[in-house]
């Protein structure tokens, strides 16, 4: 998105009205376990967005994030978990959008000229939660009961701060 932007901005800026919309996902607004590069990739595209939009709203030129939850595609189907043999299930209904609806919400957001558009009433439900108690979104997924306790890595971080030179292998 962001080379195939480069080259489209100039006729953009030149029109009188263009906008832009980047499909984002949730992914790009808070993390789970398991997928950084994927998380990474949708925070920078969310970032990339609202950047764009910062950069040339005074040029008129509208950019929209739009942050799905779970689409019902053929996605699902195809994808694969970290083993070849057990194929990803698809999330229950009720936390997934149609690509039709995906599509209405997209050309509202559009219209509206929305900087981020968060899709599905459980995206925007966890987006807030985020917002207002990010450990409790953690502990929701499961990232705050998983892991070492804090106090070894404090241990850890005190021991190397003692002598950083071996901490990092370094020799005299």
């Known amino acids: 998105p ?5 080259e489209l901005l100039p006729t953009l800026l030149a029109r009188d009205e263009a906008h832009i919309l980047n499909v984002c996902s949730v992914g790009g607004l808070f993390a789970r376990g398991k ?3 994927y998380h990474v990739s949708k925070f920078g595209l969310v970032g990339f967005s609202s950047s764009l939009r910062a950069e040339y709203v005074a040029r008129g030129l509208g950019v929209t994030a739009l942050c799905p939850g779970y689409v019902r595609t053929n ?8 083993r070849p043999s057990r194929p990803v299930r698809m999330p229950p ?5 149609s690509p039709e609806r995906l599509a209405t919400h997209a050309i509202k957001a559009i219209r509206r000229n929305q900087g981020l558009a968060v899709v599905t009433p459980m995206g925007r439900g966890l987006w807030y939660l985020q917002r207002l108690s990010p450990r409790l979104v953690e502990w929701l997924g499961g990232l705050g009961r998983k892991g070492k306790k804090a106090g070894n890595r404090f241990q850890t971080v005190g021991a190397a701060s003692a002598a ?9």
Not at 77 to 82: D, I, M, V, Y
Not at 93 to 97: C, V
Not at 164 to 172: K, S, T, V
């Open 35 to 37: 997928l950084a590069a």
């Open 164 to 172: 950083p030179e071996h901490a990092l292998g370094i020799r005299h």
């Open 75 to 82: 996605l699902f189907r195809a994808a694969l978990s970290g």
């Open 93 to 97: 209904r009720w936390l997934t959008t």
């Open 2 to 6: 962001i080379q195939f932007t480069r």
